[in-house]
């Protein structure tokens, strides 16, 4: 998310103001590096507890014949985790799957990376710029591999990701399935000011834009506008019943009150007309200093094993003040659904707590 790595609050917003324009680039082929085998040795108790992982901003997983892909931000790199259980995340083996080049525009701040299967391939969206502290060319690209496993084979770069119409700063990345058609949606900049945005585009194939960027949702309400800077992100798809959810992370990271907001619509929509939307006026998903869950956010979903259970997983700091940095670590918990079908997360569940697995591990 916004502040991947540890500097002053008055430096990042001076670096805010550095909106540049960066042309295309494709970095060159880079094969999987397999890290050294985990020893630590599976739990065998029905439980788990939060946080699964020391460190883990902006966590991501992907489902796919009986496993659980997971990725986070880790700047330098992009890692996928592979497990059957996640609640045994933390003894999964991972393997490097991206390293940036050494220069240019794409060579570091590799944010919030995204892992898809379209089409038989499989896809890698995240966000980088220039390797150092000019967080202001931030933008978003696209990662390709034809191997049956993500974890092997080897990643080939298929450029930047981006509406020609309006090549501003843009992070946070994912895709949208829906009416047979596909649709990226993103946070960035209008070329005015440092505001974050949701925007959405429709996609030509799974590494190029069609058509017009529309603007989905801004900050607006106290709780989006913590900060400066101001700050919607981190959209996330969510389907349930006949609705199409847009969750989203709101105020600066680099505050203990970011939070999730929620946008709705019809699962037949355009989702290309701003009215098909409707938001939220309250938070759906807020810190809980008693549960010792602070900045809780930029989050994914999954479903359980056995196919019977919805689950959020989402990072948080563990003390107050720890802003934006690696200390975020994921978390994970079940929930459930409203009768107006919109879901129902809760509270963040306090850390060390014994959670039940779920269902199916």
Known sequence: MYC????????????????????????????????PPVVTPPSTTATFTNPLLPSGPDPWVYQKDG??????????????????????????????????????????????????QFDGKWYIYYSAGPNGTDLGQQRTWVLENSAADPTTGTWTSKGRIFSAAADFWAIDGTVLEQNNKRYFIWSGHNGIDAIQRLYISEMSNPWTLTGPRVELSHPEYAWETVGPPYVNEGPEILKHGDKTFLVYSASFCGTDYYSLGLLTASNTADPLLPASWVKSAKPVFSSDPSHRAYATGHNGFFTSKDGQEDWIIYHANSNPNEGCVEKRNPRMQKFSWNADGTPNFGMPVAINTALPRPGGE
């Open 67 to 116: 496993s659980y892909y997971y990725m986070h931000t880790l700047n330098t790199q992009l890692r996928i985790w592979k497990t059957a259980k996640m609640s045994e995340l933390g003894n999964a083996n991972s393997t490097v799957v991206w390293t940036p080049p050494a220069t240019g525009v794409a060579s570091g701040n590799l944010w919030a990376p995204e892992l898809y």
């Open 4 to 35: 991947k790595i540890s500097f002053s609050r008055s430096r990042w917003l001076a670096l805010l103001l550095a909106l540049g324009l960066l042309g295309c680039s494709k970095g060159g082929d880079t094969p999987v590096t397999p890290a």
